[in-house]
Each structure stands twice: as structure tokens, then as C-alpha cells.
T-cell receptor, first 113, second 112 residues
Framework: NAGVTQTPKFQVLKTGQSMTLQCAQD?????MSWYRQDPGMGLRLIHY???????DQGEVPNGYNVSRSTTEDFPLRLLSAAPSQTSVYFC????????????FGAGTRLSVL | RKEVEQDPGPFNVPEGATVAFNCTYS??????FFWYRQDCRKEPKLLMS???SGNEDGRFTAQLNRASQYISLLIRDSKLSDSATYLC?????????????FGRGTSLIVHP
């Protein structure tokens, strides 16, 4: 049972480039979410989804897009990368739409130069 | 003011010590509460849920005080392996969804 899988683990981008961070879970969880973690800031919610076809914004959505075409996958798109998006990104999933216990992927470390 | 606040520490304690962390939250309508543990450069993992009546899991005890809007985590007989950052999480209803809000974490260092 793989749980929550994030790819890539590391990425370096130049300002203005776009890319997609992948997230997949094999637990048939309804709830999926993306966070960013910056030093001294804790985890901040970017976007979340309570099921296929349903997404909503979290605390810091600007500069990011998401879609949820299947239960398993929840990709995060950076449209035009900026240095302020340098961070560690975590994807998480939960069996409950109430976002109770969350299971996290191993994270993607992104640097934008 | 952040919705969920924790003392960042670090709390530096010897093995065998008892240590307690508090976490305050501002939304009185918050519904569910959790403690997560995060090791350096790793993902957060659930340590325990926090129930209204308080709950215990081995050396760990969690308490919820709704009147004063805080949750606590008590670790007894600290082990070197307890060294980590402890994150409190508060779930609040927003529209039809529940939004988890993480505290910034409390760092614990257990030394020999």
C-alpha cells in the first residue's frame, strides 16, 4: 500500500516557468489537499478537494491551480513560478470530507531562481 | 493574529522528563483537534486525535479545553526518539467544508 505519492521529490525552476506537482493516493480517500511549508510559517493550505470534480481555495491559493478529475489524483500547477513560491510542498489525503486524520506524502522541495 | 498558536520552543529536556505543550485557537466553532509529529525534513504524521474528555496513548496525553480554547499535549518519560516538531491542528467548518489549520509547531529536543 503506497499511501500518498508525490513527484518529483526535488525541483529547481527559473522564474516564469510552469510546472505540475503530482500527487496520487491509493486509499480511495475523498479529501485531498495541498500545503506549503515555509520556515517559521507552519503548513498553509493552498487548495483542497472533497471529491472528484470539486476543488476549493485554501489560505494561500494565488499562483496555483488544481483539478481533480479522478479520486486518486490531485495535481498542483504553478502557472508562472516566482521566487516567493520556493517552499516545501506537501500533498495530503483523508478518508473523510471533514478532513479528519490526514496522510501526507513525502513532500516536494521546490526552488525558484 | 494566527488562528492557531504554539510556542515554537525549542523545549530542551533530559531523557525521562515530563514535558507539556499548549496550543491555543481563536475560532470557538472549531470542531476537531489533532496533534501531528514532524521529524526534520520529513512529512507530518498523526500522533493522536484530541477528544473532549481527554485521551491517552501510552506516554502521551492530550487534553482539550473548549472554554479557554486550547489543547495540550503531555509527554511523560521522554525518549531521545521523541525529539521532533509537534504540530497542533484545528479543523473548523467553512461553508460546507472543514478547513484544517496548522500551528507553526513546537520543537522538542530530548538530550541524554
Amino acid at each position: 500500500n503506497a499511501g500518498v505519492t508525490q513527484t518529483p521529490k526535488f525541483q529547481v525552476l527559473k522564474t516564469g516557468q510552469s510546472m505540475t506537482l503530482q500527487c496520487a493516493q491509493d486509499m480511495n480517500h475523498e479529501y485531498m489537499s495541498w500545503y506549503r511549508q515555509d520556515p517559521g510559517m507552519g503548513l498553509r493550505l493552498i487548495h483542497y478537494s472533497v471529491g472528484a470534480g470539486i476543488t476549493d481555495q485554501g489560505e494561500v491559493p494565488n499562483g496555483y491551480n488544481v483539478s481533480r478529475s479522478t479520486t486518486e489524483d490531485f495535481p498542483l500547477r504553478l502557472l508562472s513560478a516566482a521566487p516567493s513560491q520556493t517552499s516545501v510542498y506537501f500533498c495530503a489525503s483523508s478518508y473523510s470530507k471533514l478532513a479528519l486524520i490526514q496522510y501526507f506524502g513525502a513532500g516536494t522541495r521546490l526552488s525558484v531562481l | 493574529r494566527k488562528e492557531v498558536e504554539q510556542d515554537p520552543g525549542p523545549f530542551n529536556v533530559p531523557e525521562g522528563a515530563t514535558v507539556a505543550f499548549n496550543c491555543t485557537y481563536s475560532n470557538s466553532a472549531s470542531q476537531s483537534f489533532f496533534w501531528y509529529r514532524q521529524d526534520c525534513r520529513k512529512e507530518p504524521k498523526l500522533l493522536m486525535s484530541v477528544y473532549s474528555s481527554g485521551n491517552e496513548d501510552g506516554r502521551f496525553t492530550a487534553q482539550l479545553n473548549r472554554a479557554s480554547q486550547y489543547i495540550s499535549l503531555l509527554i511523560r518519560d521522554s525518549k531521545l526518539s521523541d525529539s521532533a516538531t509537534y504540530l497542533c491542528v484545528v479543523n473548523s467548518a467553512t461553508g460546507g467544508s472543514y478547513i484544517p489549520t496548522f500551528g507553526r509547531g513546537t520543537s522538542l529536543i530530548v538530550h541524554p
